[in-house]
């Protein structure tokens, strides 16, 4: 992957540089939906197992320190005792950081629906 040369330059503030909160976030079931508790919840529980995952169709494109990554996805997984296949179109976004390392900015996947 190409990334840019320079990152991370400051940007002119205008005013005073903002104060964070006393307590930067507050107890969990506060800012996490509950589909998502629930899902995390049932991956730690060990109740889906995942056995395999095949990637196709990936495409890298890079717009100087940023690249998005998009593709389909097909993950194996065992769950209720039950052996599945997950078809997913999925993307990630990925960013240079200023000390060059790379960070994962966001990612989102999305089922496909079965063929009919």
């Known amino acids: 992957m190409k990334f840019c040369k320079k990152f991370g330059h400051r940007l002119a503030q205008s005013g005073p540089t903002p104060r964070p909160p006393a307590t930067r976030f507050g107890v969990p079931e506060s800012y ?17 197992k995942y056995r395999t995952m095949k990637r196709s169709d990936v495409t890298v494109r ?14 194996g997984v065992t769950f209720g005792g039950q052996d599945r296949t997950v078809p997913l179109r999925f993307h990630s976004i990925w ?9 994962f900015v966001s990612g989102q996947a999305t089922g496909i629906p079965a063929k009919q």
Request: net charge positive; proline share 5%.
């Open 32 to 48: 996490t939906p509950k589909h998502l508790a629930e899902k995390i919840l049932t991956m730690k529980s060990g109740r889906i």
């Open 62 to 75: 890079t717009y100087d320190c940023v690249a998005v990554i998009s593709g389909i996805t097909e993950f």
């Open 95 to 103: 960013a240079k950081r200023p000390d060059g390392a790379i960070q």
